[in-house]
């Protein structure tokens, strides 16, 4: 009777901590969302009656009523065309070698731990090394083709570690179905593995690159200017990008007072290209999960 009492006891303790912890998480997600709230309201109000069309077509401008991020935009669009293709060929290749090639040692154990660590890295690190690296030994000074080396470098681990888990997902038996009738460990990497694998891949690069279109230290670090210049036409042309130019805005703010507007106006402009970005990417993969 008394071991009976002690266990419904211990139940109904359980139950309140159940509860307790249930509302507790229900709050702080509250709260989360409470504060993320302020913040959009705060910066649409602020910068929507500064976006408009002129806004987003003309220059740069010393002038704040006569300021626009057509060169920022075009800026931004460039780099991104360069960290892509660049985040994806190597990430994707680095993934493939470590799960379908490299045997399992001691040397493939390290190269997956410096892998993970690396994700962790400070960003203002990776744009000290483009500094060393891109900028100054290969000479390509501030241009997109610099930015772009090194924000892919930035974003790399990301897309290596999500890549090999969609690999690494994969289920055994396609690929021994595969090699039972005959086909070559290429074509089951091709035919079979990167196809059930693209959705979780696709994932990894949709948080690489909205990672790399939000990031500014390493485009501060690499001297990255915002002077009044020409609108870029190639990847060796100087440039300046959606978040760097939020950033100088916001601290010009504090001599000029409507820079606080243009910044808050180019930070509904990144939130729009990001929420474009992720949905086209989620559409695409659920395309291809309901494909595959």
Known sequence: MKQNTEQVSRMKNRLLLNQVMKYTFFLLTLVALGVLAVLIVQVFTQGIGWLNWSFLT???SLNPERA???????GTVMLMIVVGPVTMVLGI???IYLEEYAKKSRFQSFIQTNISNLAGVPSVIFGLLGLTVFSRMFGLGSSILAGGLTMSLLVLPIVVVASQEAIRSVPQFLREASYGMGATKWQTIRRIVLPAALPGILTGMILSLSR?????????????PVLIMPIPSSI????TALPIQIYYWTLDAVLTPEYA???????????????VMNSAAIFIRNKFQKRY
Request: charged share 10%; glycine share 8%.
């Open 236 to 239: 060796m042309d100087d440039f």
């Open 58 to 60: 003309s220059k740069l």
């Open 68 to 74: 626009g991020i057509l060169g920022v935009i075009v």
């Open 261 to 275: 507007n243009l910044a808050a106006a180019t930070i509904i402009v990144l939130l729009i290209v990001l929420f």
């Open 212 to 224: 790399a279109i939000g990031e500014t230290a390493p485009l501060v670090v690499l001297g990255i």
């Open 93 to 95: 290749c680095t993934a």
